[in-house]
């Protein structure tokens, strides 16, 4: 079962058409500025931030969904970020034992990432991600202009995806990079954002399930990534700056292992830093501790750690039993 939709680009007055006759779960933040998505059925707002992503939400939205008149014919569409994304997307996968799912992303990082690729779920006490499912959404409705509003901060948070596709698999979107970050009003801005969307649909075409291996270099940066996450707390890093800081430090891992170029690792701080993201591990962070955070990963398997590490800009590869040892030491160095 193929996990890639088709994409749709589109203008911005054009995206509410594809949300007639949908039920819509908008994130309260999208839905204030772009009221039309209100007129194009059953709206439900959802409150920003990561906490809507719960079993609490979750079961809200089922319960409204309910109440609302949705059947087994109807269609859920989801307005907003990659929470309101995952929470939809979980939501629709398992109303009425699966309703599809329209994604109308107005994030970046949902736009190059989330949106894409069917997996969705809700976070649990005990970590991020822990309930889920995967089911394809029936399309992607790409529309950059919603950019245009996106707080600063959360663009830059999503361009980190952008350097991590330019670094696994795209080199010259990594050169395009390193003249000029990416900026709400970099000409190139839609033509960026739907080939990362592509190079996701094309990983994830070949790999759906992620058990080939080819899938896991998208998580290039993000097994320290959700380290830290976790280590700070939810919702303290935005989860593209942990992946930016994972970036550099598993490039380092990769030098340290023989498994990369020299230079990946400067080469990826100073481009990030040039796109306003932090690149070093934030001030007292204890690199065993972080090490012990990564064993409670999904991805960890068999004996030691997993990484998808890069080797040189194009190329990104599961690397599996790395010593915990190891990791302490390339985090220690940087
Ligand atoms: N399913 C996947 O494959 C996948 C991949 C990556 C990330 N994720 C998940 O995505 C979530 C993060 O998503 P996110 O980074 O999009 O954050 P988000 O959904 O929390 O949105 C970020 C903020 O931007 C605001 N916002 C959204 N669009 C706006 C716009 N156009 N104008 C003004 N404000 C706007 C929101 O209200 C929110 O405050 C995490 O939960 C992560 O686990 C999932
Ligand atoms: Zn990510």
């Known amino acids: 079962v193929s996990l890639a939709a088709p994409v749709v680009r589109c203008a911005l007055e054009q995206a509410p058409s594809h949300c007639e006759g949908a039920f819509v779960l908008a994130d309260a933040n999208v839905l204030r500025r772009y009221p039309a998505f209100g007129e194009a059925g059953p709206v439900l707002a959802v409150r920003p931030g990561e906490r809507s992503k719960s079993v609490r939400s979750l ?4 319960e409204w969904l309910a109440a609302a008149g949705a059947r087994r014919d109807s269609r859920v569409a989801a307005l907003g970020g ?10 629709a996968a398992t109303f009425m034992r699966g309703v599809p799912v ?9 736009m190059v990432d989330s949106a894409h690729g069917g997996k969705s779920g809700v976070n649990l006490a005990a970590g991020k991600n822990l309930a889920g499912a995967f089911a394809a959404p029936e399309r992607v409705v790409l529309a950059p202009a919603f ?5 600063a901060r959360e663009f830059r948070a999503g361009a980190a995806e952008v350097w991590k596709y330019g670094t696994i698999a795209l080199p010259a979107l990594l050169e395009r990079l390193e003249s000029a970050p990416l900026s709400r009003r970099s ?16 990983i994830v075409g070949r790999d759906p399930y992620e058990t080939t291996g080819e899938r ?24 593209g700056e942990a992946v930016a800081i994972g970036m550099v430090a598993e490039s380092r891992l990769a030098e340290r292992l023989g498994h990369a170029v020299p230079g990946l690792a400067r080469r990826l701080a100073v481009g990030l830093a040039s796109q306003g993201l932090p690149t070093g591990l934030p001030d007292g962070t204890d690199a065993e501790a972080l090490v012990a955070a990564m064993g409670g990963d999904k991805k960890r398997t068999g004996y030691g750690l997993a990484f998808s ?12 039993g790395v010593a915990p040892d190891t990791v302490v030491a390339a985090l220690r160095s940087g």
Do not use: I
């Not at 000409?187 to 080939?195: G, I």
């Open 216 to 239: 896991a270099a998208l998580n290039f940066g993000h097994t320290v990534g959700h380290a830290l996450e976790k280590l700070a707390g939810y919702g303290k890093l935005r989860h």
């Open 59 to 62: 079961a809200r939205v089922w």
């Open 102 to 110: 329209v994604q109308v992303p107005t994030t970046l990082m949902a």
């Open 147 to 151: 950019l245009a509003t996106l707080p």
């Open 187 to 202: 000409p190139d801005l839609e033509d960026v954002v739907a080939a990362c969307a592509a190079c996701k649909l094309d």
């Open 309 to 320: 590490l890069v080797s040189e800009p194009g190329r990104c590869t599961l690397v599996t």
């Open 82 to 91: 990659g929470v309101v994304g995952d929470l939809a997307g979980f939501a």
